[in-house]
């Protein structure tokens, strides 16, 4: 299992907790966040089936994984077409992409609500200009929406995209090859 984006490693060392017959890779391009990643893995119990690296999603090393996750990252990242072609690269034949991003509605009106004004400004000072200032530079941002991502999905190569389940901030999409 691949965890995409993983700043301080949270999510890899929970599932690794989870799962204790799986082995876990957390990626992000902060080394900072990766040296605390694997600190927290250490003391969480969990580093022999763990490992993190700093890797550019487009650039994620090794091939054959079951699931890879990415939590509120592909949103942020200059070319999301690119990170998720490798992603399902990346992936074992009958892998699975996970996909945890801002909850937001397709069209304006639907995210005219305390949730979707908070997303709007974070995206417009935070998440957007992050992702203009990489390569590509496409700027999602925050406000994606179902019909986009499914469609950088499409578009980065996975036949099968469906929402799994949604939350109030959420919406958890399945992406498969």
Avoid: W
Avoid at 33 to 40: D, L, Y
Avoid at 151 to 167: C, K, N, P
Wanted: aromatic share 6%; hydrophobic share 45%.
């Amino acid at each position: 299992m691949a965890d995409v984006g993983c700043g301080f490693g949270a999510s890899t060392v929970i599932m690794a907790q989870s799962f204790g017959l799986s082995t876990f890779a957390g990626f992000d391009l902060h080394e900072r966040s990766i040296e605390a990643a694997r600190k927290a893995a250490a003391e969480a119990g969990v580093h022999e089936r763990t490992r993190f690296d700093v890797a550019a999603a487009k650039d994620l090393p090794c091939e054959g994984y079951d699931l890879v996750c990415m939590f509120d990252a592909l949103h942020d990242m200059g070319d999301p077409v690119g990170a998720a072609r490798r992603i399902r690269q990346a992936l074992a034949p009958d892998g699975t992409l996970l996909l945890v991003e801002p909850f937001a509605g397709d069209a304006l009106e639907q995210n005219l609500n305390p949730v979707g004004r908070t997303y709007y400004g974070l995206s417009t000072v935070i998440c957007t200009p992050g992702s203009l200032a990489q390569e590509v530079g496409l700027g999602l941002g925050a406000q994606a929406g179902e019909r986009q991502l499914a469609a950088v999905l499409r578009e980065a190569g996975f036949s099968r995209v469906r929402r799994a389940t949604e939350t109030p901030f959420n919406i958890i999409l399945e992406a498969r090859p």
